[in-house]
C-alpha cells in the first residue's frame, strides 16, 4: 500500500483539503485499497481541531465527502510511516524537515512539485480564498494521482 501524507501548518485548511481531494480521486478510481491517505501539521497551535469551516463548505460545494478529522502533529516516526511526506509550502517543507530529520529517501515534497507549476500553495487561513486554495490543491492531487498510477503499474 502507497502511503500519503498532506502537511500544512495548522492541518485545518490546506491538507486536510488536499487529503480529502485525494481521497475521493482514490476512491474513483477504486484505489482505496491500494493507497492510504491521511494529513497532519508542523505546528501545534491547532491540534484537535476539526477542518476549517471554508474547507468544510469548499467540499460540501463540490460534494467532495470529509470523513471525520481532528488535527494532529507530524512526528518523526511519520517519516518512516509514509512514503510521500507532502508539504504546502516552503515553510512547511523546512518545518517538516526539522521534525522527521534529513530526507535520506526523497519522501518529502511539495503538492505542486507534481505539476508543471511548482510553488506554494496560498494558506487561506490568511487569504481566505478557499476557491483558489482548491485550485491548486486539486491540480497536485491531479499530478500526484497521475504520478501514483504510473508508480502503481510498475509495481
Known amino acids: 500500500m502507497i502511503r500519503i501524507l498532506f502537511?500544512?501548518?495548522g492541518n485545518i485548511c490546506r491538507s486536510t483539503m488536499a487529503q480529502f481531494v485525494m481521497e475521493?480521486?482514490?476512491n474513483k478510481k477504486g484505489l482505496q485499497d491500494k493507497v492510504y491517505v491521511d494529513s497532519a501539521a508542523t505546528s501545534t497551535e491547532e491540534?484537535?481541531?476539526?477542518p476549517h469551516r471554508g474547507t468544510v463548505r469548499k467540499m460540501n460545494e463540490l460534494?467532495?465527502?470529509?470523513?471525520k478529522h481532528f488535527a494532529v502533529r507530524l512526528t518523526r516516526a511519520d517519516y518512516d510511516k509514509y512514503d510521500y511526506l507532502?508539504?504546502?509550502d516552503e515553510w512547511n517543507y523546512r518545518n517538516i524537515l526539522n521534525i522527521v530529520g534529513p530526507d535520506k529517501d526523497n519522501k518529502v515534497s511539495l503538492l505542486l512539485d507534481f505539476t508543471d507549476r511548482p510553488g506554494p500553495i496560498a494558506d487561506p487561513w490568511y487569504t481566505n480564498n478557499f476557491d483558489k486554495t482548491y485550485e491548486d490543491v486539486a491540480m497536485g492531487c491531479e499530478g500526484l494521482l497521475l504520478h501514483i498510477l504510473d508508480k502503481l503499474n510498475n509495481l
Do not use: A, T
Open 86 to 88: 507532502i508539504g504546502m
Open 63 to 67: 460534494g467532495i465527502p470529509m470523513r
Open 7 to 9: 502537511i500544512c501548518h
Open 24 to 26: 475521493d480521486m482514490i
Open 47 to 50: 491540534i484537535g481541531n476539526p
